[in-house]
Nanobody, 126 residues
Framework: QVQLVEAGGGLVQAGGSLRLSCTAS????????IGWFRQGPGKEREFVAG????????EYADSMKGRFTISRDNAKSTVYLQMNSLKSEDTAVYYC???????????????????WGQGTQVTVSP
């Protein structure tokens, strides 16, 4: 099993930036594909970005492309989500999730993932 802890959320003005981190413990981090998801008020949880085991492959939801960057440091068991040009509609609780896998695929569905962090709140003021 793996435990995930997110950090880095907060309040930021529109146009600003935040960097979220997701630190794992309890298992071999490099065996897990990682995804970031978010859930806004009254909305379903949605895919934000995903990264493969090695970090060489990444994928983003359309509305995040060009603004968000996902990366990982397997030596530190940490995945990052750099968020730039934030908009009020980015306000949500952001979760990281892990899927144990042998492949270098990226997974974009909530049901693909086995482990979840507790989430970190991101609030973007107009």
């Amino acid at each position: 099993q793996v435990q995930l802890v997110e950090a880095g959320g907060g309040l930021v003005q529109a146009g600003g930036s935040l960097r979220l981190s997701c630190t794992a413990s309890g298992s071999t981090f490099s065996s897990y594909a990682i995804g970031w998801f978010r859930q806004g008020p009254g909305k379903e949880r949605e895919f934000v970005a995903g990264i493969s085991l090695s970090g060489r492959a990444t994928e983003y939801a359309d509305s995040m492309k060009g603004r968000f960057t996902i990366s990982r440091d397997n030596a530190k068991s940490t995945v990052y989500l750099q968020m730039n040009s934030l908009k009020s509609e980015d306000t949500a609780v952001y979760y990281c999730a892990a899927k144990w896998t042998y492949s270098f695929d990226i997974y974009g569905l909530v049901d693909d993932y086995d482990y979840w962090g507790q989430g970190t709140q991101v609030t973007v003021s107009p």
